[in-house]
C-alpha cells in the first residue's frame, strides 16, 4: 500500500536527490503529489529527475558542506514556495576502507564537512523556516546508516559521522518538539545502489576475511520514508533500520 502525502509534505528538499535512495524518495514524492527541490553537487542527474514533473519539481545545483551554497538554496526555496515541510536529509559520501592510522586529516574532514556538518547546515536552515511558516512545523528525516550503530573495520570517518547523526536526530526531535517539528531518522543495510555495488565481490568483514554480503532492493527502502514522510506531524518514526536480513550486523558476524 502506497503511502499517501499528507498536508505537512506539500514542499520537500531532498539532498542527494539526482542518484540512489535519493533519487527514489524524491520522485515517490513527486508521484504522490508534492513539490520537491532536488538538492545535490552534479546538475544533470538533478535536472533529469525534474524534467519529469515539470512545475513541481525545482533541480538546484548544491554543495552541502559549503553554508553559502546551502543558504542559497534555502532561499531559493522560499523564493519559489514561501515553506518547507520535509527535509530528507540523505547526501553523504564514504571512503574506501582505510586504517585510522593511514587516514589524512583531509581524508577525515572531508567526510566529516559532508555527512555530518552538511547535514547540520541544512537542519540550521529548515528549522529557521519550518518555525517561522504559518502552518508552523515541519519535518525532518536523516539518513543515518546502519554504521550509525555497527561499525565496519578501517570506516572510522565515516561510522564517526554516522553516530554524529544519531545525535543530531535526538538534538533536532528534541529542540523541534515546541515548534511542530518532528525528526527521526533511518538505518539502512545494503540498500542497492552505486555504493554497494562491489558487496557481491566481497567485503571486509570484522575476522579480517573477505566475504560477499547480501543487498535489498533500494525502492524497500524509499518506501520506508516515504511512510516516514506519510505521518501527521503529531506522529513521528523515531528510528527505523531497513536492512538486507542475511547481511553480518546482529551477533558476532
Not at 544519531?166 to 539502512?188: H, K
Not at 501527521?232 to 551477533?251: H, I, K, R, W
Amino acid at each position: 500500500m502506497e503511502a499517501d502525502l499528507n498536508e505537512e509534505t506539500r514542499v520537500a528538499l531532498v539532498t542527494g536527490g539526482g542518484s540512489g535512495i535519493g533519487r527514489l524518495v524524491a520522485t515517490g514524492l513527486l508521484e504522490r503529489g508534492g513539490r520537491v527541490i532536488l538538492a545535490g553537487r552534479r546538475p544533470d542527474p538533478l535536472q533529469e529527475v525534474a524534467a519529469g514533473f515539470p512545475g513541481r519539481a525545482l533541480a538546484v545545483p548544491t554543495d552541502i558542506a559549503n553554508p553559502d551554497s546551502v543558504r542559497a538554496l534555502f532561499q531559493a526555496i522560499e523564493a519559489e514556495y514561501g515553506r518547507l515541510d520535509l527535509l530528507f536529509n540523505n547526501a553523504g559520501i564514504g571512503l574506501a576502507s582505510t586504517p585510522v592510522e593511514e587516514m589524512t586529516v583531509e581524508e577525515w574532514q572531508a567526510v566529516v564537512d559532508v555527512n555530518l556538518t552538511g547535514a547540520f547546515l541544512c537542519a540550521r536552515e529548515a528549522f529557521r523556516i519550518m518555525k517561522a511558516q504559518e502552518p508552523q512545523g515541519g519535518r525532518i528525516i536523516n539518513n543515518g546508516s546502519v554504521s550509525a550503530a555497527v561499525p565496519r573495520p578501517h570506516s572510522v570517518a565515516y561510522t564517526a559521522t554516522k553516530h554524529g547523526i544519531t545525535g543530531l536526530t535526538r538534538s533536532l526531535a528534541l529542540d523541534g518538539r515546541s515548534f511542530g517539528i518532528a525528526c527521526g531518522q533511518i538505518d539502512i543495510g545494503n540498500a542497492d545502489t552505486h555504493l554497494t555495488a562491489s558487496m557481491s565481490d566481497g567485503v571486509l568483514q570484522a575476522d579480517g576475511n573477505i566475504r560477499p554480503e547480501p543487498t535489498i532492493d533500494a525502492s524497500k527502502v524509499a518506501e520506508a520514508v516515504l511512510y516516514m514522510a506519510s505521518l501527521p506531524l503529531d506522529a513521528n518514526v523515531l528510528f527505523m533500520t531497513v536492512m538486507a536480513t542475511q547481511m553480518p550486523l546482529v551477533g558476532r558476524g
